[in-house]
């Protein structure tokens, strides 16, 4: 895997960074790491280097939606972890188990995208405003009806799991990249995809890092004109 410090307490790795880029995120806590996502396939053993060298401990993994591009590192990781607590929104929960039913509030779209079979059940549930060490639970959906994003309140950096893209240009779900076009063709609803863009915008963080594509310090702009383009797409 491809490995970028984006910070002194954010790490990006990346597999198959040329031909399909999937990223996840270490988070350096107090009382360990933090591994934001894990790709397709288990990345234990670059976990289990980036721990050696760091002198420390992987303690949690947070999950930003359900997608097999996310989730399916995660069985590898608790088994050369055990006792990691893994979690993902409540909402996106019951699709690990294959239940992608909707709730009556939700727009009728088709949930889309690449999923897998788990063995395993999360160990939390998260709801919008809970805490993941330093990370707090958003609400994003619209990528998945479940889909959170994280933001780290000691410097605003924003995990974004595929609220955007920046593989190909950088995008809001839902809004097609030719270059890259998987995220866009994977999303449940483009007008809740939107309006969760939006509310990650104003949040104002100082660095987006995402699931697909390099993260992009102070994106403020960036954003800005993804939010428009899919304005103008989705209309």
């Not at 972890?81 to 993902?88: D, K, Q, T």
């Not at 800005?224 to 209309?235: C, G, L, P, T, V």
């Amino acid at each position: 895997m491809k490995i970028t410090h984006l910070s002194p307490k954010l790490v990006q790795l990346t597999r198959y960074p040329v031909l399909f880029p999937m990223n996840c995120y270490l988070v350096t806590e107090d009382d360990g790491l933090t591994l934001v996502d894990s790709t397709t396939s288990s990345p234990a053993d670059d976990l289990a280097a980036m721990v050696k060298q760091l002198g420390t401990e992987l303690r949690r993994v947070a999950l930003t939606h359900a997608h097999g591009d996310h989730v399916g590192g995660v069985s590898g990781v608790r088994q050369r972890f055990p006792g990691v607590e893994v979690s993902i929104a409540r909402r996106d929960a019951p699709i690990l188990a294959g239940d992608k039913s909707l709730l009556p509030t939700e727009p009728k779209t088709d949930v889309k995208g690449y999923f897998v079979k788990v063995e395993w059940q999360p160990d939390r549930l998260l709801e919008p405003g809970d805490r993941v060490g330093s990370l707090e639970v958003l609400p994003s959906p619209g990528h998945t009806p479940g889909h959170i994003a994280f933001l780290d309140v000691r410097d605003r950096s924003l995990i974004a799991g595929d609220a955007f893209q920046t593989r190909g240009g950088i995008a809001v779900s839902g809004d097609m990249r030719l270059l890259f076009p998987f995220p866009a063709m994977a999303t449940w609803n483009k007008p809740t995809a939107l309006a969760s863009a939006v509310a990650l915008k104003a949040l104002r963080p100082s660095l987006l890092a995402v699931g697909h594509g390099a993260a992009v310090h102070e994106p403020i702009d960036a954003m800005d004109r993804a939010i428009e383009a899919a304005r103008r797409a989705f209309s």
